[in-house]
């Protein structure tokens, strides 16, 4: 049984528009998912977060679910468009109250708040102004940085800048299949620069108004190898580890961007003034890493921009969304990324899984695929731990199944169970588990865990 340092961060995540709702309350302006939620085709099933886990109104409740689950750590991501309605200017004091009064809350049950200050919910404003490709978006992300830190930064020592860059860059802007849905690789690039920058003018503005203040950021690595040996594969794998991985840390951890990158997108690259460069590498206390899958690559000449596709291995075990469960890719990620950038520390600021839950029986959610899923990942996090790497901390993606971006409410990566009708939070086993492996700091085997009885 593989343990964990005593000071590990154990927790688990959420993001603001996955389950907050409440979009038109108390002042919060559009964000850009309020509207591409009205595209028509956009989410499955035409939901939207309007919703979602009503959050907003029930967050004394969930509180008591991380009690529950006796974490102490709980990363949330506050909604830009609730501080500033209109991405710039006017504060909307009643927005900043309802985070105000969650880390207040959060700190009396002991459990220490992981701030994150954008999870994809731009201000609709904003993307009518250009939005992440238009430079000016860096400065107005660290205006509100900056405004949430002074509110904030007296009682929330962690902070995340921003998750998954490569995310709000690729999906929403080259394959448009997120927010805003657009679909240009040149804005793509440019939103990945205005992200990278604003990240670093975060960072500084954090610095500046938050004493001992640990900043990171939330970085999706998705290790991708080769689906064959032939050369081409391996050019593709590496390619698409240049698309996804290298152009985000590369300039995080003080390079130019990637050299074989730069040449395969050539003149979509946005010029940019090399300073740039200083600024968005400014120096982190810890690399946040989200981690869900494995891809194996193929070089396929039809493809007209990257030149790959990803191809499943037969007999690949698969997750509900199709992503591959290959526990020993997570310790490869976390070693490569000590090894080639050698962050100051690092913490797995989401893993987890979805799974087609069955209906809940008796108040409970039998997953057993999700417990044994957690175990496998925590024990491949335990031997980082062994094997004297840096981790400081895990958290769990989700604590309740919430909106799944385009997949709307079709896919549940929970620890409870949302009973969307009537909002009721019902524990499944996996929560269970994790309080064990949580109150042990062990990963237990899931044969030798049993859930306990009802
Ligand atoms: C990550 C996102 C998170 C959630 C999980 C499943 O990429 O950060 O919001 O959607 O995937």
């Given at each position: 049984m593989a343990s964990f340092p005593s000071h590990f961060a154990w927790g688990v995540a959420t993001a603001s528009y996955q389950i907050e709702g409440a979009v038109n309350e108390d002042g919060r302006g559009e964000s850009i998912w309020d509207r591409f939620c009205r595209v028509p085709g956009a989410i499955a099933n035409g939901a939207t977060g309007d919703i979602a886990c009503d959050h907003y109104h029930r967050w004394r409740d969930d509180l008591r679910l991380l009690s529950e689950l006796g974490v102490n750590a709980y990363r949330f991501s506050v909604a830009w468009p609730r501080i500033l309605p209109e991405g710039t200017g006017t504060v909307n004091s009643a927005g900043l109250d309802f985070y105000d009064r969650l880390v207040d809350a959060l700190l009396e049950a002991d459990i220490t708040p992981w701030v994150t200050l954008y999870h994809w919910d731009l201000p609709q404003a904003l993307e009518d102004r250009g939005?992440?490709?238009?430079?000016?978006t860096a400065e107005a992300f660290a205006a509100y940085a900056d405004l949430v830190a002074r509110r904030l930064g007296d009682r929330v020592r962690h902070w995340i800048t921003l998750n998954e860059p490569s995310c709000s860059s690729l999906l929403g802007y080259f394959w448009g299949i997120h927010a805003p849905g657009r679909r240009s690789l040149r804005d793509a690039l440019r939103a990945a620069h205005t992200l990278l920058l604003g990240h670093g003018l975060a960072v500084a503005a954090l610095r500046a108004s938050v004493s001992a203040a640990q900043i990171g950021i939330a970085q999706l690595v998705i290790p991708a190898y080769p689906a064959s040996d032939r050369s081409a594969d391996l050019a593709a794998a590496h390619r698409f580890d240049g698309v996804h991985n290298r152009w985000f840390l590369d300039p995080i951890f003080g390079r130019d961007y990637p050299g074989d990158m730069r040449a395969w997108y050539r003149h979509d690259v946005p010029l940019v003034p090399p300073s740039d460069f200083d600024r968005i590498a400014a120096p982190l206390d810890f690399l946040g890493v989200n981690h869900y899958f494995p891809v194996y690559v193929a070089d396929d000449?039809?493809?007209?921009?990257?030149r790959l596709r990803q191809v499943v291995p037969p007999g690949a075990e698969l997750t509900a969304l199709g992503w591959i469960v290959q526990p020993a890719a997570f310790f490869d990620v976390l070693l490569r990324l000590q090894r080639e950038y050698a962050p100051a520390a690092l913490v797995v600021t989401e893993n987890g899984a979805a799974y087609a839950d069955p209906p809940p029986q008796a108040g409970r959610v039998s997953d057993p695929a999700r417990v044994r899923y957690l175990a496998q990942y925590l024990a491949e996090a335990a031997r980082a731990v062994a094997t004297g790497l840096p981790l400081r901390g895990y958290f769990v993606w989700t604590l309740m199944d919430n909106f799944e971006w385009n997949l709307g409410y079709s896919k549940r990566f929970g620890l409870y169970y949302t009973d969307y009708p009537t909002q009721a939070r019902i524990p499944k086993d996996s929560s269970f588990y994790y309080q064990a492996v949580v109150r042990t700091g062990r990963v237990l085997s899931p044969e030798e865990w049993q859930p306990p009885r009802g």
């Open positions: 939005g992440w490709p238009n430079r000016a000449p039809t493809e007209p921009l990257l």
